[in-house]
């Protein structure tokens, strides 16, 4: 197994709703991201673990909360969101930090 | 600071050209340096990674170089498909002990091969 799987895929929510973003991967990596990309940008990262431990959170607003329950899956828990919030999100894993980054699909969210 | 330019913005070109991608960067202590293809609204696919010690890789019909002493990447594409269409983002892993796993993206380059 050689992919990162997120779900959902689409994802509509008003300000005052609690969702989750989920990520997965099978292939033993060590090290899982967050990720926000508006259109015609590049990523910005969000939130890096490292064998489960958050080591580094980019300032992120309170209202997205990570969470890294195994080795193998990612969190991503949205309350109260912005409009602005609005994105495609996007998880990665590497075996170690610093190795090659695989991404997923991404999470296409829209906040009303 | 790190900060990382591609250049041209958007290229078009008829199938069958050879073509080259350009990444520049402003810092040379660079850990690695990561290409990747993202279609539109979709997921990033790393296509080459290049450590710091390495002048250059291949895949298929890509290769990427690397020449940290003038601060510079190329993704060369042969033999351009229509398939190959997508944009292209380099991205440049710092070389700080500690913080080495951030990515410092450039702004890609928006490719469309022509039939």
């Known amino acids: 197994d050689t992919e990162v799987t997120q779900t959902p895929k689409h994802l509509v929510m008003g300000m005052t709703n609690k969702k989750s973003l989920k990520c997965e991967q099978h292939?033993?990596?060590?090290?899982m991201y967050w990720y926000k990309q508006k259109a015609k940008k590049p990523p910005e990262l969000m939130f890096v673990y490292s064998y489960e431990k958050l080591s580094i959170n980019e300032s992120v607003p309170s209202r997205f909360s990570p969470e890294c329950p195994n080795s193998s899956l990612l969190n991503l828990h949205l309350h109260a969101l912005q409009p602005e919030d609005s994105a495609l999100y996007l998880c990665?894993?590497?075996?170690?930090?610093?190795?090659?980054?695989?991404f997923g699909p991404g999470t296409r969210l829209t906040v009303l | 600071k790190q900060e990382v330019t591609q250049i041209p913005a958007a290229l078009s070109v008829p199938e069958g050209e050879n073509l080259v991608l350009n990444c520049s960067f402003t810092?040379?202590?660079?850990?690695?340096l990561q290409w990747f293809r993202q279609d539109p609204g979709k997921g990033l696919t790393s296509l080459l990674l290049i450590q710091s010690s390495q002048r250059e890789q291949t895949s298929g019909r890509l290769n990427a170089s690397l020449d940290k002493s003038s601060g510079r990447s190329t993704l060369y594409i042969a033999a351009s498909q229509p398939g190959d269409s997508a944009t292209y983002l380099c991205a440049v892993r710092r070389f700080n002990a500690g913080n080495n796993r951030k990515l410092i993206w450039g702004l890609g380059t928006s490719l469309a091969v022509n039939p």
């Open positions: 810092d040379s202590a660079i850990y690695n």
């Open positions: 292939m033993g990596h060590r090290a």
């Open positions: 990665a894993s590497s075996l170690r930090d610093a190795d090659t980054q695989y």
